[in-house]
Nanobody, 120 residues
């Protein structure tokens, strides 16, 4: 089992910044992918950004150039620096831990989510 706890959400004005953190604990394997997803009201959950244990990153087009994902493997921590926030970024942000072997998902865990609200 892997437990994920997010923090850092809140209310910010458009153009502002927030930094989300995710603390992972439990049976964490050294090779994994962690990511941030978000779900806005009435919409499906979508990938925001992901990062492998080796440091390779992937971003949604909508956040490229504004958001930066990073991780500290020694601390089992994941971060998302969000700059230039827009009202459209308003959503619940979820931390995800995934371990796969080829195309087969072995483990897939989610945090409880943290609310990000951006006022115009």
């Amino acid at each position: 089992q892997v437990q994920l706890v997010e923090s850092g959400g809140g209310l910010v004005q458009a153009g502002g910044s927030l930094r989300l953190s995710c603390a992972a604990s439990g049976s964490i394997f050294s090779i994994n992918t962690m990511g941030w997803y978000r779900q806005a009201p009435g919409k499906q959950r979508e990938l925001v950004a992901s990062i492998t244990s080796g440091g390779s990153t992937n971003y949604a087009d909508s956040v490229k150039g504004r958001f930066t994902i990073s991780r500290d493997n020694a601390k089992n921590a994941l971060y998302l620096q969000m700059n230039g926030l827009k009202p459209g970024d308003r959503a619940i942000y979820y931390c995800n831990y995934r371990r796969a072997f080829g195309s087969t998902t072995l483990n897939d865990y989610w945090g409880q989510g943290t609310q990000v609200t951006v006022s115009s």
